[in-house]
C-alpha cells in the first residue's frame, strides 16, 4: 500500500531539524512534546523505517529520513503556498532568505516590496547570517537563498552578483590612530569566524604592522557605533557605510578582493524562484548604484542620478 503521510507531521519533522531540537518544535508549533513524539512515531510507521537515530540527547535523521525530510520541505512549502494562493494564512515561511546585516537597509526591504507585488501574501523568512553560516544552511536546505561574501581568488559556490573591494574605515580622525597607537593599531571587528576580521588582521601581519582587537561583537551596528566613539578602525565594503565614518587610506595596507555572490538551493518552489530572480536584480541594481555614487564621490565629481526602476 502507499504510505499516506500526515502534512502537520512533516511540518514537525521540517521545524524540528531546522531548529534543532524537537522540544523547540513543540515550543513552536504550540503543541506537546508528547504529541511531537507520537507524530514522528506515525511518520516512521507510515514510512516504514526509522527515520531518526539518537545523537547525545538530540535526534538525527537516518539516510531514509534524510530522503523524506527533502521531500517534506518541498511538500510543506507547496502545502502553504496553495493556502496563501486560496486567501489563507501560510503557516510556516514560504521563503528563507539569508543575508548579512550590511544589506538590512536597502537590498533586504526593496527585494521583498517588489516580490510582494508579484506574489502577495507569500511569507519571507529573513535570517542574519555570517558567510560561513550562510553557505552551511543553503546546502543543507534550511536557507532557500542567501547573499554571502567571498574571497574573490577563492569564490566557487553560487552566481557572483558584484565585486565589492574590501577598505579601512573610521572616524574621520581616526588617521592618527595609525601614528599615536603604541600598542598596536586598535581593530573593531565582528566575532570570530568573519571574512573581514581574517582580511584585516592576515594583511596587518603581512605587513609587518601590529594590532590589538579593541572590541569585538556580533553586530554590525555594535561596529558602527564603536568606530564613532574613536575606539579603532574595521575593514567592511563601501556599501551602506553610516554618516560621520570614513574610508581610511593613508598608512594602511591594501586589503584583498572580494565578491557578493548568491547561493540558492536545490529543488525551489515556484515562489522561492521567483524570489531568487527579484533579489539578483534589485542587489544588482542597488551595487552598482552605490558603487557609482562612491567612486564619483572619490573623485569629486557628482553621482549621475539614477531613475527608480519600474515597480514589479
Known amino acids: 500500500m502507499r504510505p499516506y503521510f500526515d502534512i502537520e507531521a512533516l511540518r514537525t519533522m521540517v521545524v524540528g531539524t531546522e531548529l534543532g531540537s524537537f522540544a ?5 508549533l504550540g503543541r506537546s512534546q508528547s504529541a511531537v513524539s507520537m507524530q514522528l512515531k506515525r511518520l516512521e510507521e507510515q514510512a516504514g523505517y526509522a527515520l531518526f537515530q539518537r545523537s547525545g540527547r538530540g535526534l538525527v535523521p537516518t539516510e531514509a529520513g534524510e530522503t523524506l525530510l527533502a521531500y517534506a520541505r518541498r511538500i510543506v512549502t507547496m502545502h502553504d503556498e496553495a493556502g496563501a494562493a486560496l486567501g489563507a494564512t501560510a503557516a510556516s515561511p514560504a521563503i528563507r532568505l539569508g543575508l548579512p ?3 538590512f537597509e536597502d537590498i533586504m ?3 521583498i516590496a517588489r516580490f510582494a507585488q508579484l506574489r502577495p501574501n507569500v511569507h519571507v523568512e529573513v535570517r542574519a547570517g555570517r558567510n560561513y553560516a550562510l553557505e552551511e544552511e543553503v546546502n543543507a536546505g534550511r536557507l532557500d537563498v542567501a547573499l554571502a561574501f567571498a574571497p574573490a581568488e577563492r569564490a566557487r559556490s553560487g552566481k557572483r552578483i558584484a565585486a565589492m573591494p574590501m ?3 573610521g572616524r574621520e580622525d581616526a588617521a592618527a590612530l595609525i601614528r599615536t597607537s603604541r600598542d598596536g593599531l586598535p581593530l573593531v571587528l565582528f566575532n570570530h569566524p568573519c571574512l573581514f576580521r581574517q582580511a584585516a588582521i592576515q594583511t596587518l601581519d603581512t605587513a609587518g604592522m601590529r594590532w590589538r582587537l579593541s572590541l569585538t561583537t556580533p553586530s554590525l551596528a555594535g561596529v558602527w557605533a564603536a ?9 567592511r565594503t563601501r556599501h551602506a557605510v553610516p ?4 574610508r581610511i587610506e593613508r598608512g594602511l595596507p591594501r586589503l584583498p578582493a572580494l565578491e557578493l555572490r548568491m547561493l540558492t538551493g536545490s529543488d525551489l518552489s515556484p515562489a ?4 531568487v530572480d527579484v533579489l539578483a536584480a534589485v542587489a544588482a541594481r542597488r551595487l552598482s548604484t552605490r558603487a ?3 567612486s564619483a564621490s572619490a573623485s569629486g565629481r557628482k553621482a549621475p542620478s539614477s531613475r527608480r526602476a519600474p515597480q514589479g
Open 227 to 235: 568606530l564613532r566613539f574613536g575606539l579603532g578602525l574595521t575593514v
Open 292 to 294: 557609482a555614487s562612491a
Open 167 to 169: 577598505f579601512w574605515f
Open 109 to 111: 526591504p526593496d527585494a
Open 272 to 275: 522561492a524562484t521567483d524570489f
Open 24 to 28: 523547540r518544535a513543540a515550543a513552536h
Open 243 to 246: 554618516e560621520g565614518i570614513c
Open 101 to 103: 546585516q550590511d544589506f
